[in-house]
């Protein structure tokens, strides 16, 4: 059986080969998107700056722009003949001796060559006494240098140079940066289309009634939903398929023509009623089935291609929720990143802290453990981890309760009170 670490390099491997053979970017579909709407997409062309930045000497304080040739020696004084705000520069001509009142992000005037704080001059003394309808004289209080508190045009970024890569994942620091460049509309990589189906008798669609005890909601497409929220695809939902061989069937060759993945969530375990398998060795293959973990030990990485160009990748998940979160967390959702067209670099990854047990915890080695636990800091500042209560897959209850998971090594045993464990705090903590 195939460790956790294995099935991730796995299906990372296979990835690379769909990306650079299979289809590669440079063949991908590629979507114009609204600016604030490319929020976690990734970018499909490099993008380069279309002006220096800043676009003219800029003030980095508020105080006086002074006359190139001007003496700035302390005790000095200077004429100040105007004024140069944001966005309503000073338009007239100085001569050595002359200054403007200036503030932060003001344009220097052409020509000045240096910014005096107002600190580093007697305004504080004669503010009150100030018209600025006229000419009025400020003196230097300590030496000034050539240059000071200037914001020289392109020193931040020059006009054309390369500012953010094909592959990036477009954040609100990207958004504030395209933004500054006028930008109103970014290329980016289409998302992926990815096909969700739930299997099993059982299962009712939220929001209908149940009509026998032996029914249950299907809450594993809601929570894949939401889980794949962030990510750049697009879900297409087939709902509820029967335990049903040929309905099935149907269900993914149907998926197959509009995915780029599938995932379901049951039927992939070994019951008289699970056709998950069947239909998928049948229609292509099955690349790993069983990954040596606790919850989700019948994992399913696989391929349909039956009569496809492009092979549509296959996750299969067991039925009970918490199988579906851990499995979508270790392994699908990095998948999909990686298919999306992001660079590596870029993939998210998830944050992992060392914490200390505050209650005994039972474990068989052979699997690796994935139990849901509930963290926090002590006044010390270090993190404490205690298991949210019984541990069986099935209990939603502590799933909601929890904000980590406790990462347990396959080969690890029962552990302690004041041991040290891994823990993965939940994205959405």
Not at 221 to 239: E, N, R, W
């Amino acid at each position: 059986m195939i460790t956790v670490a294995e099935l991730q390099a796995a299906i990372t491997e296979r990835i690379t080969a769909y990306n650079n053979q299979d289809l590669p970017f440079a063949k991908r579909a590629t979507e114009t998107r609204e600016l604030l709407a490319s929020h976690n997409h990734i970018l499909a062309a490099d993008l380069v700056s279309p002006f220096d930045v800043p676009r003219q000497n800029l003030s980095a304080m508020d105080g006086y722009g002074i006359a190139k040739g001007s003496t700035l020696d302390q005790g000095t004084s200077i004429d100040i003949v105007g004024e140069s705000q944001a966005g309503s520069p000073f338009s007239g001509k100085l001569q050595p001796g002359q200054g403007v009142r200036i503030f932060t992000g003001a344009v220097v005037p052409s020509d000045c060559d240096t910014v005096v704080m107002q600190e580093n001059t007697n305004f504080a003394d004669i503010k009150d006494s100030i018209d600025k309808s006229q000419t009025y004289a400020i003196e230097l209080t300590q030496a000034a240098k050539v240059d000071s508190n200037i914001r020289k045009q392109g020193e931040e970024i020059e006009e054309g140079e390369g500012v953010l890569e094909a592959g990036k994942r477009l954040n609100p620091a990207d958004i504030s940066l395209l933004a500054n460049f006028g930008v109103a509309k970014v290329e980016v990589y289409k998302p992926l289309t990815v096909g969700i189906l739930a299997t099993g008798d059982e299962l009712v669609a939220v929001g209908e009634p149940l009509q026998t005890l032996a029914q249950i909601y299907n809450s594993n497409t809601p929570t894949l939903k939401s889980m794949f929220a962030h990510l750049p695809v697009v879900i297409q939902d087939y709902g509820i398929i029967p335990d049903h061989l040929e309905m099935t069937k149907k269900a993914v060759c149907s998926a197959m023509q509009e995915c780029d993945v599938l995932i379901s969530t049951a039927g992939v375990s070994v019951g008289d009623y699970d056709f998950l398998t069947t239909v998928i060795e049948e229609l292509g293959q099955i690349n790993h089935y069983k990954v040596a973990m606790k919850p989700g030990k019948p994992f399913v990485f696989g391929e349909l291609t039956e009569g496809l160009e492009v092979p549509v990748l296959y996750f299969g998940l067991p039925g009970n929720p918490l199988s579906s979160v851990v499995g979508s967390l270790q392994f699908i959702i990095p998948a999909l990143w990686r298919l999306s067209g992001i660079n590596e670099t870029d993939i998210p990854k998830p944050l992992t802290l060392t914490a200390s047990l505050a209650n005994d915890v039972r474990k068989s080695p052979g699997r690796a453990d994935f139990q849901r636990g509930i963290f926090s800091q002590n006044a010390a500042g270090e993190y404490v981890v205690s298991t949210a209560g019984k541990q069986d897959s099935h209990r939603i209850k502590q799933l909601s309760l929890a904000n980590c998971l406790i990462v347990l090594p396959k080969d690890s045993g029962s552990l302690v009170a004041g041991d040290k464990v891994t823990i993965q705090p939940f994205p959405w903590y």
